[in-house]
């Protein structure tokens, strides 16, 4: 146990460092001939949300020599049409189109959206950006300037603003603490994980995976992404700057439902790492801790628990301020909240393999395939 | 004339490098043909739970990424080396006892098979979708390691639902194989950098995965150490229909004494 908690806690400290070292660094290549890497930028969009307009508009913003936006909507009566259709009369100058209609190739409905501007985009380079996100100016730039020998994708740590209703505010302490130094940590441990609401890749090199139609079975496409391209030997390469994904308004229920699907999905995909997982989170390894000071050392398990809890939230917060984010006064009522809540999101998590998705009911297989659930089943 | 080696393992099992990592080496080295055939383990076996753990195991759901890669990289392992690579698979039936385990390699096989199948199943399946069934090291492989007896001890009963039966492993050459009639065929077993210094099959075929496989079922063969430091030979080649026939050839014994 002690010796758990020392490395749960070395981890911790080390993976705290290493974000700030990571975020705080310039991309390689400003100075890069950024009119030889023209990008298709790839949006799937599904509804609209209140900051769905600045979202896009962000896009429409972007600095860079060459790029095009493809906006891809599966019903022609979606509510985020209206918005594509009048950004676009709104900036002619950007080369932008919207693709209605889907290839219904597998039970990702994401890839399936995603398939007909994948085809059709003009350039090789290839960015997928979701909906949700919205960038600086010079994002595209500061991203392809990460572009190194050997690196066969980028990916950004999504980092959790604007958000109201306390399924947002959790999101936003997970997304600003726990999930953004663990990003960072398992890219630096050699098993990176991508994030699929900005991947900037080459079609080419996906091709040679069987492009992204091959992930369509998969729940988590950007995940499986990921490991196709390690698998061809390619290294992803995580952008020093933090994406905003605007969080708006969710409810503790949307972010348990959200919770229950990632963990279901991770159980699938990387069962080991899931089955540590109590034990790396703070309560867990903090659990683990006190039973071990208080039985080798005589310390009060209550008063190295709250030792504990102390050490990790002066790590996370220093990882929130390494991203940008904005601290608040209830920072650390959610934050322990989340904290409380890992064990019995993992608990749930472990005890099913279905999820609910934009409205379908999905099994989940081993490796992380999906099928759709019989009805009444 | 040119070199292949046809048992070997990458990153989606168990093996150190990628697939396009492979293809560079053995291309870079004058290899004519290879075959990748990662571990595909029992899912439902303690074995085949901790491989998928620790992620050492095709799997369904890595199964079509695995071809997909391994064609994209036939293509360009022939346009940039002329260098055939063949797809398959290795079907391992694991157990705590030797004499219970078998691995049993599909050369040339594109289609997923569940490992869970009977070793005489999984023969019949794996020639019937037009891949060669090849007995994997089926007699100790002279290191301390699990073992896999299972098909050697029944190699009466098996004989005919294999097209071949590793006569070397690595840098062993196994004299218990060599000194009978069953088809042979000799491969690395490639796992890291240092199993290319390993025996080999030799093939005087068109490259070309079918004539290749069809070579091997017709014994069209011979076998040879390969020894990349060296970049040439350090052994006569071994003629296939020179092995288990009549007495001992001292060439044997001088590749066993090697």
Redesign the interface.
Known sequence: MLVLWGTVTGLLVYGTWLTIRHLSREPQYLDAPFALYPVSILKPLKGSDPDLRENLQSFFNLEYPRFELLFSLADSRDSARPIVEELMRANPSVSAKLVIGELNIGTNPKVNNLLLTYKMARYDWLLISDSNIRVEKNYLKRMVAQLDAGVGMITSVVMGTHSSGVGARLDEVYLNTFYARGMILTAHLGRPCVVGKSMLFRRSTAERFGGIQALGQFLAEDYMAGEAMRLLGQKISISVDPICQFLGDASIKSFWHRHIRWGRIRKAQAPLAFLFEPVITCVGSGFLGSMAFSYFFGFSALNFFCAHHLLWLTCDLVVVSALGAEVSLTFPFFWLVREFLHLPLWAHASSGNTVKWRGKKLQIMEGGLTRPCQKNA | MFLADLHIH???SDGKL????IVDLYGSCGFGAIAITDHLRE?GTLFGRAA???EKTL????F??YQ??LS??AERAWKQYRMVLIPGVEFCKDSFFHHRAAHILAIGLTHFLPAKLSVVDLARNIRGLGALAVAAHPVSIRRLSHQTHYLWDQREELAAEFDAWEVASGPYLFTEVANTRLPKLANSNFHCLKHINSWKTAFECEKHPESILEAIRKQELKFKFYYREKGHDLMDWVDASTLGHGDRSSGIRDLVNY
């Open positions: 990458s990153t989606f990628t697939i396009p990592e899912a998928r753990y620790l799997t369904l759901s890595t079509p990424l997909a890669i994209s990289e």
